[in-house]
């Protein structure tokens, strides 16, 4: 069955840095778009990034251009989302999730909370 | 790019339907149909119960339909149960690679 477990997630200070991790398996991870989507606590779902299945294929929403950067190891069927300049707006769980912006987000990690706090 | 407008509350009894909007322009649900809605139950990760405006990922139950009419989208759960309570979220494709979603409904059964 499809499994997405993101790890990384952790207090950080404002104008620091994360690697988000999500791990991916009981699919052909290679042959599917990939996104993360943040949620601030107690607020509604931001998508935030997406990449192609080869990884040629990259958006962010605006917020986060210049800052982040996503990324993937198609040999470790993992997704990677690293996050710099972190502001305390960043501050959120973050979810990875199989699909993009016209494709349906049809699998879910648990999510991992980001926490930009001085 | 903008959130879809969605009403923050809904509710009906066991057995009733009910329906929750998701609002737009025609930069996003009026100009696609990729209309995406998802279930969230409190601390748990969002679950895709509609996409493409009406299609139903399987299994889930067909007491929740889509559809879509001018720059509105809409969820309909019929025979309500109580295990849907739960924060219902819409998205839509906003073009120019983009994603966008609603600010959420929290659907109460009564």
């Known amino acids: 069955q499809v499994q997405l477990v993101e790890s990384g997630g952790g207090l950080v200070k404002p104008g620091g840095s994360l690697r988000l991790s999500c791990a991916a398996s009981?699919?052909?991870?290679?042959?599917?778009?990939m996104s993360w989507i943040r949620q601030a606590p107690g607020k509604g779902l931001e998508w935030v990034s997406y990449?192609?299945?080869?990884?040629?294929?990259?958006n962010y929403t605006d917020s986060v251009k210049g800052r982040f950067t996503i990324s993937r190891d198609n040999t470790e069927n993992s997704l990677y989302l690293q996050m710099n300049s972190l502001r305390a707006e960043d501050t959120a769980v973050y979810y990875c999730?199989?699909?993009?912006?016209?494709?349906?987000?049809?699998?879910w990690g648990q999510g991992t909370l980001v926490t930009v706090s001085s | 790019q903008s959130a879809l407008t969605q009403p923050p509350s809904a509710s009906g009894s066991p057995g009733q339907s009910v329906t929750i909007s998701c609002t737009g322009t025609?930069?996003?649900?009026?100009?696609?149909?990729?209309v995406s809605w998802y279930q969230q139950h409190p601390g748990k990760a969002p679950k895709l119960m509609i996409y493409?405006?009406?299609e139903r990922p399987s299994g889930v139950p067909d007491r929740f339909s889509g559809s879509k009419s001018g720059n509105t989208a809409s969820l309909t759960v019929s025979g309500l149960q109580a295990e849907d309570e739960a924060d219902y979220y819409c998205?839509?494709?906003?073009?120019?690679?983009?994603?966008?979603f609603g600010g959420g409904t929290k659907l109460t059964v009564l």
């Open positions: 999730a199989r699909g993009a912006d016209d494709l349906p987000l049809d699998y």
């Open positions: 009981g699919f052909t991870f290679s042959d599917y778009y």
């Open positions: 990449i192609s299945g080869s990884g040629t294929a990259i």
């Open positions: 025609s930069s996003d649900v009026g100009g696609y149909n990729y």
């Open positions: 493409d405006v009406s």
């Open positions: 998205s839509s494709y906003a073009g120019s690679n983009n994603l966008v």
